[in-house]
């Protein structure tokens, strides 16, 4: 779980801000991979974050392996 959660409150802008620790990135993407063909595109966004988040901090998951050829 998130260890800080920012929320904006502002009408109109309403967002929260969550800090992943590193450790949890990779148990994240095994819930999230694949993403559902029919999965919101927010889905389909965080999915794209945490893999990118993944391979800069070179963390081992499926969501990161290269596939086999």
């Known amino acids: 779980m998130p260890e800080r959660i920012y929320m904006n409150r502002v009408p109109g802008d309403e967002r929260i801000h969550l800090e992943i620790p590193a450790q949890e990135?990779?148990?994240?993407?095994?819930?999230?991979t694949p993403p559902a063909d029919d999965a919101f595109a927010a889905t389909k966004r965080l999915?794209?974050?945490l893999v990118q988040a993944a391979r800069?901090?070179?963390l081992a998951c499926r969501a990161t392996e290269e596939p086999t050829r």
């Not at 990135?25 to 999230?32: F, G, H, Q, S, V």
């Open 25 to 32: 990135i990779a148990d994240l993407l095994d819930d999230l």
């Open 47 to 49: 999915h794209a974050v």
């Open 56 to 58: 800069d901090l070179s």
